[in-house]
């Protein structure tokens, strides 16, 4: 194709007999994306899709009924496909496998897969999303890599939300863009996603994992009472993975787990140095710093400080009545 040319195409089941749905469906799949098992849940199998297509992208909003794809070791030695296809539902959902890993998509959800690989997708009846296919190139050199980087994606928030917003907008527009204009916003969608999708391991990577580790941190010293606040939670709520939160933890020397005791145990501290606090039950502070119990907290205090929290609250007082006596 020129690369200078844009096109959009509808297509759909519905203007056809139900006995020939299926086999539609089959061919036009397979006819734009690639070669694929299909296992339709019933009769009468009912879907639309809308591509847009440039040289270097492909865009599909679909609408269907439930249905399973399934890629094999087969298909890939007989029809090889380097590209990635980036997967968000907009209702409906889908459960997604690669690497022997499974991931429920559902709305403010997506996955990137490469289908260099054996895949299954199976998707929920009424499912209705976007598929964009990227060059492999386009993932894997920025990255340094050549494996699929991320089965679930947040894309509810941060940079998550900015590329669903940018890809619901490409959808949208279909009509008003220029071949030119679709790559070029292709373009920037995908240098988002590779942010997002994975630790990043190119040469700046540990500037970008020290900015993420700081910005980990703060969450957690604000957030360290929620007894609740666990690594993934962590990555949802900042818009990031698990995996860049576990990387750039670890390029700070600590794990999600060890960073949340660490400022639970700063605050408990805290709140025992604190006379204003000198009438909190021990029990009632442990549970007030995001401790699951009091005993959490002591052997964790114990080990940190090398003295109990009761001591420490002794010791502490220690000082104020010196003066007043």
């Excluded at 020129?2 to 006995?19: G, H, I, M």
């Excluded at 299926?22 to 809308?50: M, N």
């Excluded at 050549?146 to 890809?167: F, I, K, Y």
């Excluded at 957030?223 to 818009?239: K, R, V, W």
């Amino acid at each position: 194709m020129p690369w200078n040319v844009y096109t959009v195409e509808r297509a759909s089941t519905d203007e056809l007999p139900p006995r020939e749905r299926a086999e539609f469906w089959r061919e036009h799949i397979t006819a734009h994306q690639c070669d694929l098992d299909y296992r339709f849940s019933g009769p009468g199998f009912s879907g639309t899709t809308v591509h847009q297509r440039s040289a270097a992208y492909q865009l599909v909003e679909f609408r269907s009924d439930a249905i399973s794809y399934l890629r094999t070791p087969a298909h890939i030695r007989r029809a090889p496909d380097e590209d990635y296809r980036l997967v968000i539902p907009f209702a409906g959902g889908m459960t997604v496998r690669q690497h022997d890993r499974w991931s429920r998509l559902t709305p403010g959800t997506g996955a990137l897969v490469t289908l260099a690989e054996p895949l299954e997708l199976r998707q929920a009846s009424d499912t209705h999303g976007l598929v964009l296919t990227i060059p492999a190139r386009q993932v894997d050199e920025p990255l340094g890599r050549s494996t699929p980087p991320a089965l679930q994606l947040n894309l509810r928030v941060g940079l998550g939300r900015v590329v669903a917003d940018l890809l619901k907008g490409l959808a949208r527009e279909r009509h008003t863009l220029t071949g030119p204009q679709f790559d070029a916003a292709c373009d920037r969608l995908v240098e988002l996603l590779c942010l997002i999708s994975t630790g990043d391991e190119r040469s700046d990577a540990p500037a970008r994992l020290a900015e993420l580790s700081a910005l980990v941190r703060r969450y957690v010293r604000a957030h360290a009472a929620d007894p609740d606040l666990n690594g993934t939670t962590i990555a949802l709520d900042l818009g990031w993975s698990l995996r860049q939160i576990q990387l750039a933890l670890q390029h700070a020397g600590t794990t999600p787990r060890d960073l949340i005791r660490e400022e639970r145990l700063r605050l408990a501290r805290r709140l025992l140095q604190d006379p204003s606090h000198a009438h909190l039950p021990i029990t009632d502070l442990a549970y007030a710093a995001g401790f699951s119990s009091p005993s959490a907290l002591s052997t964790a205090f114990r080990h940190r400080y090398g003295t109990t929290p009761r001591e420490a609250r002794r010791s502490a007082a220690l000082p104020v009545l010196g003066k007043g006596g």
